[in-house]
Every structure is written in C-alpha cells, then in structure tokens.
C-alpha cells in the first residue's frame, strides 16, 4: 500500500518540475450547488492533465538500467503524452501504444513530445495487452498508467496541493478510472485529516471500480464508448482497488448527457476547456450525485483538457439544443408567393436569429401545401414558445421539432 510518506516523498521528487495549479473558487458552480465549491485545474499541466505526475515520479524512482532500457506504456491518450514529455526531457526513448479509436489531438501531441506511436485496437484495454508484447518482445521497461504505487503516489500529490490551497476542505470528488489518481489523492488526504470526504466520479456507462467494490474484487466490464475516454477502463487495478477500499467513502456515476452538460458548462461559465474524464467531477456537482454537500467547502479535480475540438463543436451545438437556444420548427404553409416572407416577419418581431431554412413540397402535410422548417437561435424555451404562439395567432400549423 502507498503511503503518506510515500506521497510527500514524491512531491519533492517532482515539484519543480510540474506546475502548481491553481484552485480557484468558483461563485458561479457555488451559487449553483449550494457549496462552496473550487475547481483544481489540472488540465492546465504542460500535457494538458494530471497524468504526468505519477509518470515523472515514476520515471525518476526507476534505476538508472530500467530507464536506459527505454520505456513503454499503454494509454488512451494522457499518460501517454506524461511518459512522453518527461522521458524527452530526461533523455529517455518511449515507446507508446494507444487505441485506435484516441482522440487525434492526443496523438498528435504525444507523437510532437518524441515518442514512438502504436495504434492498436479498440479500447485502452487492447492497447494495455499490445504494450506488454512489445515489453517482453523488446526488452523496454513498462510504466503502467494506474496501478503502480509510484504512480499512485504521483497523482497523490494533488492531495498535499490540496491542503495547502484549501485548508478548511471538507469535500473531494475525483474522476476514477483504473483508479490512479483516487488512489493517490486519497491516500494524501485520509492519512492527514480523515474527515475529508473522498468522492469516486465514474462513467455510468462504464463503472469498473463500481464493479469491483460489488464484486469484492476487480472484474472485467464491457461497455460502450464515452466521451470521458480517459476513464474508460474496463477493469480497475488490483492495487488501487486495495486503496478504494480503504480510503474512498462513496463512488457515483454521471451519464453521457451530464457529462456534456459539465463539459458546456465550464467551457461557458467558467472559460476552462475540460475534456470528458475532467469534467465528471464537475457534473455530479452540479447533477447533487453525492449528498451532504450543501454549504460544504467542496473541490472538483478537472483532470484534463484534452478534447478534440470536433467533439467540443457537437457538444456545444447539442448543449444549445438542451437548453432551447437552439431549435428546429416546422410551418405548414400555402404553397403560394409571399408565405415565406410573411413567416419571416412574423419571426423578426419575435426577434428571433434564423439559421438554416428548408423549403420542400414533397413531404406537405396536404397536397397543394409546402413545409418550411427552419433552425432558429433564441434565448431558450420561453423564447421558443412566444414564436410558436406568435405564429399560431396568425393560423399557422407550427411545430418544435425533436421534443
């Protein structure tokens, strides 16, 4: 089992070469959770997430001989640019296996820190499986991503940031994956002050830690993909199971939609672009996953920001769907001239931004009439229902498409 020791032994290995991030206390999740709420922004590190923590203190306790070797590691995208970056910078060659299915941009940047890149397979899992072939096939040392105790006392040095930054901390929550980081985190702060609740964030699609508290041990799960693909894990660690079991009070899940929603939400209100495993900590704040926490002094671990710029564009575009900023309507029309121009007034006076018109005969209601549906951007369902009713009070057949 890792140890406090162990913890503050590997803060002084690594604190001056990782970036003291900040912990800033957010009014707005605040006001919105009825906490007193702060967010450590880990997605702020070099790489872009926590993750290099425990691979530079991995990389520094290693002997010498381990690190000539070379390194290998599995990833499904920021241990790998971790390993990467701080093996550049110690002059150590890596060899990265990722899945197939990993973010560009991850790839991208770890291939730009010097690394070897293998894509392999569907799932981290699949990666893990190839990584440790290419070990034994190539005699390179391996550096796990999770369930490896300088790893774990890595990441647990967040924990000792932790009290320093906020003193008077009641709460956590802490993405969980394989477990690394909860581990570590856990660790630091149960061995200091054991009053401090430590809160486990998992994807509802994928709950392998979950599962291993059920089971009584790790077990492997299938699941379909998520958007926190730095979490999506199939089966938890053996050693960070042991430390979940002691030290972690309670473990919660948040859906694709919340996760989304949290992603959108801190893009929005708190200006912090936060991939999907950041932002589950976030969400199941604001979702109240976890009770007792009204008026506590609460933390959220944003673990990174790593997210490809397409994703965030549909999750922007879906938020505003969500929210009723963005909505789509149908309008069953005369098929004669002026209609549309009528419709457009109409809509102007509600003063209502048009995006995309669709015009089309072939799918009318009844012959001799024409369908208009039209993408319109608006201030949210109240603004939705004052164009609907404006267009009914003209005699207008309108309808909100997808609700």
Not at 73 to 89: E, I, L
Not at 121 to 132: F, K, L, P, V
Not at 264 to 281: C, D, H
Not at 376 to 399: C, I, K, P, W
Request: charge should be neutral; aromatic fraction near 4%; charged fraction near 20%.
């Amino acid at each position: 089992m890792v140890t406090l020791p162990d913890v503050q032994a590997a803060l002084g290995r690594i604190r001056d070469r990782i970036y003291l991030s900040p912990c800033a206390r957010s009014e707005t999740l605040s006001r919105a959770t009825g906490t007193n709420a702060f967010l450590k922004l880990e997605n702020l590190q070099m790489t872009g997430a926590y993750k290099e923590r425990g691979a530079l203190n991995k990389l520094l306790a290693m002997s010498a001989a381990d690190r000539a070797r070379g390194l290998v590691a599995a990833s499904a995208g920021n241990h790998a640019q971790g390993v990467a970056y701080h093996g550049g910078r110690l002059g150590v060659t890596t060899t990265i296996v990722m899945p197939e299915t990993t973010p560009i941009m991850k790839v991208a940047n770890t291939r730009a820190h010097g690394a070897r890149i293998v894509l392999h397979g569907a799932t981290y899992d699949d990666a893990y499986a190839e990584a440790r072939r290419i070990e034994r096939a190539e005699g390179l040392t391996f550096v796990h991503p999770f369930d490896d105790p300088d790893v774990i006392a890595g990441q647990g040095t967040i924990g000792l940031e932790l009290l320093d930054q906020v003193p008077d901390l009641d709460a956590v929550l802490v993405p969980i994956g394989g477990g690394g980081l909860v581990s570590g985190v856990a660790v630091a702060l149960k061995e200091s002050r054991p009053a401090i609740r430590v809160i486990g964030v998992e994807a509802e699609v994928l709950p392998c830690m979950r599962a291993a508290r059920s089971a009584g041990a790790p077990v492997t799960i299938e699941g379909p993909s998520t958007l926190a693909d730095g979490i999506a894990v199939k089966r938890a660690g053996d050693l960070t199971y042991a430390h979940v079991e002691r030290y972690v009070d309670e473990i919660v899940t948040v859906s694709e939609e919340e996760i989304a929603s949290a992603i959108l939400y801190l893009l929005e209100r708190e200006k912090t672009v936060v991939e999907g495993a950041g932002a589950v900590g976030v969400a199941a704040l604001l979702q109240r996953k976890a009770a007792g926490l009204e008026g506590r002094r609460v933390v959220s671990i944003v673990s990174g920001g790593n997210i490809d710029v397409n994703l965030v564009a549909r999750i922007i575009e879906r938020g505003l769907v969500k929210d009723g900023r963005l909505v789509r309507i149908s309008v069953a029309l005369m098929d004669k001239p002026g209609q549309l121009a009528v419709v457009s007034q109409i809509i102007a006076r509600c003063r209502v931004n048009v995006i995309e018109v669709h015009h089309t005969r072939a799918f009318a209601t009844r012959f001799g009439d024409t369908t208009l549906q039209l993408t319109l951007e608006t201030r949210g369902q109240e603004h939705v229902d004052e164009v609907l009713a404006a267009l009914r009070g003209e005699g207008y057949q309108v309808s909100q498409l997808g609700v």
